[in-house]
């Protein structure tokens, strides 16, 4: 993407509004009959975000970060895929279902310690993709499993809990990608030691 400050800002407003939406239907129990194409579009924002995090430095020169990001986006590819395809194959969408938060959540940690160790500023920037790439395996995978999935309200509250954080990675993209200047030059927050 040529606008990285516009995928990470379009990436901060999808999974705000994914977040705001899985609460709703949390508190409601209520799906609109186009759920899965609102769930599509979160995921797509979801993969923006990933998007986002190489341009604003987040792999660096690292080959592991870089790999971490490519699964990272993968994983946000297949769930995008995976809401499409589930309405008329449940069992092809529950396949990639199961894939998806896995490519994301394993991309997310590798790429997440390199963030972690590298960037400099605040603890919340390093830490965002780290600390979601863990929440896929330590909350959202066994809350899922354990209440049967959606539309259970602890299985739609944790993946509220995953937009959320999923917002936090786009702002620390977003913040980390300045403005362009009057030659239409990007700055990018340098790496910490």
Known sequence: MTRPRAAALAALLIT??????AAVSAVAR???SLGWL?????HLGELLAVVALAPAGAGGTSRAARIGLGAAGLGQATLAIAEVVYPHSPAVGDALFGVGPLLTG???IVAGVVVARRWGGPAWQR???L???IYIFVVMTPVLIGSGGPPAPAAVWA???WDVLW???AASALSRLAPADAGGHRVVAELGP
């Open 16 to 21: 705000a509004a994914g977040a705001l939406y």
């Open 30 to 32: 209520w799906e609109p």
């Open 38 to 42: 609102v769930q599509a579009t979160i």
């Open 106 to 108: 394993i991309g997310l």
């Open 127 to 129: 830490v965002a993709p």
């Open 131 to 133: 600390v979601l790439g």
């Open 159 to 161: 993946i509220a809990g």
């Open 167 to 169: 917002a936090l990675v």
